[in-house]
């Protein structure tokens, strides 16, 4: 399912959670590459600020691109622009919600969304604004 740039409306908000386990960490370092210490070992990150492995902040971001490809517009929507601010940590176990919500609809069938990530307790851990492409053809 998807909606083209005619059934969005401003306001309309669409949500998608996922826990993040250590596996989901270890994964995103093997694609990505990163494999920082702060997310991979325990005992490093034990004398680190949060005293804790953490998660990858564009692992958050991803959720945001779960909600935007699969859920709002849905799907054949592209990411086209995103600034991201990472606010909190993501702890192994914590579960994230990502909200998008469309403040603006622009030229070119184009929306300005507003990305919201937070954990189980409310916690907002990323924030952001972007603008996505919306699909040109109906899907569902």
Known sequence: MNYLYDELKVGQKASFSKTISEGDVYLF?????????????????????????????LISAGLV?????????????????QELNFIAPVIFGDTVTATVEVLEKLDKKQIRVKAT????????????EGIVSCPRVKVG
């Open 29 to 57: 370092a093997g694609i990505s590459g990163d494999i920082n210490p702060a997310h991979l070992n325990e005992e490093y990150a034990k004398e680190t600020f949060f005293k804790t492995r953490i998660a990858h902040g």
């Open 65 to 81: 691109s779960a909600v935007l490809g699969n859920v709002m517009p849905g799907h054949g929507a592209i990411w086209v622009k």
């Open 117 to 128: 990530c937070a954990n189980q307790h409310g916690t907002v851990v990323l924030e952001g």
